[in-house]
Structure formats: C-alpha cells, structure tokens
C-alpha cells in the first residue's frame, strides 16, 4: 500500500579512480591550442601592419616616380621644340634624324609616364584593398618620400652569415 505521488529512481554513477592522465592532458591540449590561437591571430596582425606598410611605401615610390616622369617629360617636350626650331631655322648644326630622334624620345617618354601614372593608381588602389576600404573610398598619402632608416651592421658577419646559409 503506496501512496500514489512516490516516484522511484535509480542513479548509476561511474568515476574513474585513475585515468592514466587522460584528463590532464586534455586540459593542457586546450589551454595549448588557445595560445597557439592567440600567437596565430597576433601573428596575422603583424602580417597586415607588415603588408600595409610595404603598400604604402609603394604607393608613395610610384607617385614619387610618376612626377619625375612628368618633370623629365616637360624637360623633353622643351628639348624636341629646341630641336624642331633649330631644324626648320635650317642652323645646319641639326638634322632631320636629329629632329626624329628627339621626337620618337619623347613620345617613348610619354608611354613610360602613363605607365608609371597607371602604376600609381594600382599601388593606391592596392593600399586601399590591403587596409580593407571600400574600392571607391579617397586615399591620401600622408607622405612624399620613403624615410631612410640606416642599418648599423658589420659587413663581414652578414656576408659570413650569407655564406653559412647559402
């Protein structure tokens, strides 16, 4: 004679004295694999900060590169009109083929200016891509020369350790 609201239960519980360090060892796997998560992630931002810096600095080498293709250009532009009007005056002391040559300079001159202004464009727009803007955003240049950092190094080790690796 039981009253009705009794519930009967059992529980079978099994705990293993000695795991042989199955345990242990599972939690150094984990903390482990976290620090190597955390090394791994830091290791990638010093990536990125690597990988904008040399695409800033080649951005800032390509427009330093694109203006003194633009000056040379207007200094050949100068020098084919010097040679055109000596040529035409007929001065005698220049030719046609000295006229030609001037001309057929600066017009290889301006193919290589238009490449170095195609190559500053990629290089910013690179820059932007590397930095994760959108592709439309401006982007200025803070800077306009690369700074010259001088490496205090003994030549005889570095060429010793080039040997070595070699």
């Not at 010093?46 to 200094?75: C, F, H, N, P, S």
């Not at 820059?127 to 240049?141: I, K, R, S």
Request: hydrophobic share 45%; aromatic share 6%; net charge neutral.
């Amino acid at each position: 004679v039981m009253d009705r609201d009794n519930i009967v239960s059992s529980l079978n519980v099994t705990y293993p004295l000695f795991t042989g360090g199955a345990r242990s060892n599972a939690v150094k796997a984990a903390e482990s694999n976290v620090q190597a998560a955390v090394h791994a992630l830091r290791r990638t931002e010093l990536e990125l900060v690597r990988d904008v810096q040399r695409m800033y600095y080649g951005a800032v080498l390509a427009r330093r590169l694109a203006d003194i293709g633009e000056k040379t250009l207007i200094r050949l532009k100068t020098t084919t009109d010097l040679t055109e009007r000596l040529y035409k005056g007929s001065s005698g002391s220049v030719t046609k083929l000295d006229y030609l040559r001037s001309l057929v300079v600066l017009e290889s001159s301006r193919s290589i200016v238009e490449r170095l202004k195609s190559n500053e464009a990629l290089s910013t727009a690179a820059l932007g891509n590397t930095m994760g803007l959108q592709w439309d955003a401006p982007l200025a240049l803070a800077e306009t020369t690369i700074p010259f950092v001088a490496l205090d190094a003994d030549i005889d080790k570095l060429v010793a350790d080039a040997y070595r690796f070699n």
